[in-house]
């Protein structure tokens, strides 16, 4: 696997039915057993011996001509909906494609009238007592429930009685993270299941029955607990489970989806990040079967936050008079160039949240500007981690130790770890995009920051001689490379455009040569 290397120009399939099974062809060698073959509304298809309905049609793309509440690829199959059955002929009823295994020579129709009169039934019941808050629902323009209805109907209701109301669970807090709507449920029980046998954590359960089934937290003084809560909110079908950092912050038609990559840790979550005018509002996981599956972690749903702060150092930034101001980049580095020319010795050091060409380049060009005087590291400070060795998984998901993505990448470029985590130059030169930890220092140690920078974090210093600050961009507003923790290297390319004066450390450092 460690020379697997993936370019994210796209997502890797859909949020929620995204899937990891791939079409099967026959082995042309001339012992092969011939593939079985099944027909889905007059279309032959291979398949493997084992696979369902629902999965020989996601192996061929066809997988949204069968809808599906309660299924989900990620999950063990429950089969309660009744929303994907379709019609196989010779049997006596009509079959559940997402438990229901393929035969050989079975011949499947998903849109018959059979098949259509029972999807429409089962709207029409689940919309009984579904109340009819679209307008200020944050699932809207991405509910299940609204495109089936549209597609299958019914057009008006035969429920004539009172819709059941949950008047406790109207808006209730399952965590900080997470709120329920009891009243758009449709109990598919995707978040039971997902509790239950992805997180291993047992958090949520369905109490009494028919009329009266309700969700709740298993210990409702505890509520959720895992840390992948924000998955619940996107698999959920419906409204009823919300990502509290989202609700009614924006409509999801205005925002636009572009693959990324999360740098909260060593395993590199694929992503799609969620933007309106070049500001990001949600991360959301994107399926890649060899990284992150379908899921990723809260904390890196929300690493989004740290880029679109507003106290992000985003102009780049010249000491004067005892203090900090925003200047022209030609400015500034003429003016760090000259304090290197005067310092006898020089330490560059690049965080392990660069990507391998940042990491390249300060090893190779910036270095032979600086010249010789000059020695590169690398430094991580997170969770104790010094090198890629000291890495582990803290939990049977997608958490790592080490809470930088590119530990391994600076490492290939052929980088050493800063002695004993600390500086000792004339002059350090700290390039960091946010999720490095910075190195420890003397009181007086002088300083060029470069990279991704909050005020607090340069405040709080241990050294306050800082010459100047070199704003770069933050890993969803440029292109580069990651080398994660399998030693898998994914290719990213910019989710936004950056809306301040920060630049790529390219530009930079051709500057920096031209004003040589």
């Known amino acids: 696997m460690s020379n697997t290397i993936i370019d994210l120009k796209k997502t890797r399939g859909d949020l929620n039915y995204a899937s990891d099974k791939k ?14 073959k099944i027909t889905i509304d007059g279309k032959s298809y291979e398949f493997k011996p084992g696979d369902t309905i629902m999965q020989v049609a996601e192996r061929y793309k066809i997988h949204e001509e069968i809808p599906r509440y309660c299924y989900h690829p990620g999950m063990p199959i429950a089969g309660t909906c009744r929303m994907c059955t379709v019609e196989v002929e010779k049997a006596p009823k009509l079959m559940t494609s997402c438990s229901t295994p393929a035969g050989d020579g079975m011949v499947v129709h998903t849109k018959s009238d059979k098949v259509m009169k029972s999807r429409n039934g089962v709207q029409d019941f689940l919309l009984t007592n579904h109340p009819l808050d679209c307008p200020v629902c944050d ?67 369905m109490v009494n029955r028919g009329w009266h089934k309700e969700l709740e937290a298993t210990d409702p003084e505890k509520g959720l607990t895992n840390d992948y809560q924000g998955n619940l909110t996107d698999f959920c079908p419906v409204g009823a489970l919300t ?16 693959a990324s990559i999360c740098d909260g840790c060593s395993k590199n979550c694929n992503i799609e990040a969620h933007s309106d005018m070049d500001v990001v509002y949600r991360n959301v996981p994107a399926y890649n079967e060899l990284v992150n599956g379908h899921w990723m972690c809260d904390k890196g749903r929300n690493l989004y936050q740290y880029y679109m702060d507003p106290n992000r150092v985003t102009t780049s930034m010249l000491r004067h008079n005892d ?11 003429v003016n760090s160039r000259d304090a290197l020319s005067k310092a006898t010795s020089v330490q560059i050091v690049v965080g392990t949240d ?27 400070g997170t969770n104790g981690v010094v090198t890629s060795a000291d890495d582990a998984k803290l939990d049977h998901l997608l958490k790592m130790k080490d809470q930088t993505p590119n530990t391994k990448g600076v490492e290939e470029v052929g980088l050493t770890a800063l002695p004993n985590g600390e500086v000792n130059a004339d002059v350090v030169v700290l390039f960091r995009n946010g999720r490095a930890g910075v190195p420890k220092m003397k009181a007086d140690q002088k300083l060029i920051l470069w990279g991704v920078w909050h005020q607090h974090e340069i405040q709080s210093l241990p050294s306050k001689n800082i010459v100047s600050v070199i704003a770069g961009l933050a890993t969803v507003e440029k292109e580069g ?22 630049v790529n450390a390219h530009h930079v450092v051709g500057l920096w040569k031209s004003l040589n």
């Open 23 to 36: 079409p099967v062809h026959s082995d042309p060698s001339p012992d092969a057993k011939p593939l079985p």
């Open 139 to 205: 699932k809207a323009g991405e509910c299940e429930l609204q495109d089936y209805t549209f597609q299958y109907g019914p057009a008006e209701s035969n429920f004539k009685e009172e819709k059941r109301v949950f008047t406790e669970a109207t808006t209730k807090l399952l965590s900080d993270k997470v709120t329920l709507n009891m009243n758009r449920c449709v109990h598919c029980e995707r978040c039971v299941r997902f509790t239950d046998d992805v997180t291993k954590t047992h958090d949520l359960v």
């Open 243 to 258: 990502w509290n950092d989202f609700r009614f912050k924006k409509r999801s038609w205005f925002l636009t989806k572009k």
């Open 323 to 333: 203090g900090m101001h925003s200047v022209s980049l030609d400015n500034v580095i």
């Open 354 to 380: 660069a990507t391998r060409e940042e990491a390249a380049l300060f090893k190779d060009k910036f270095a032979a500007l600086v010249g010789s005087k000059a020695s590169v590291f690398f430094h991580n």
């Open 481 to 502: 490379s990651f080398k994660n923790v399998d030693g898998i290297v994914q290719k990213f390319h910019p989710a936004i455009i950056h809306r301040g004066a920060a």
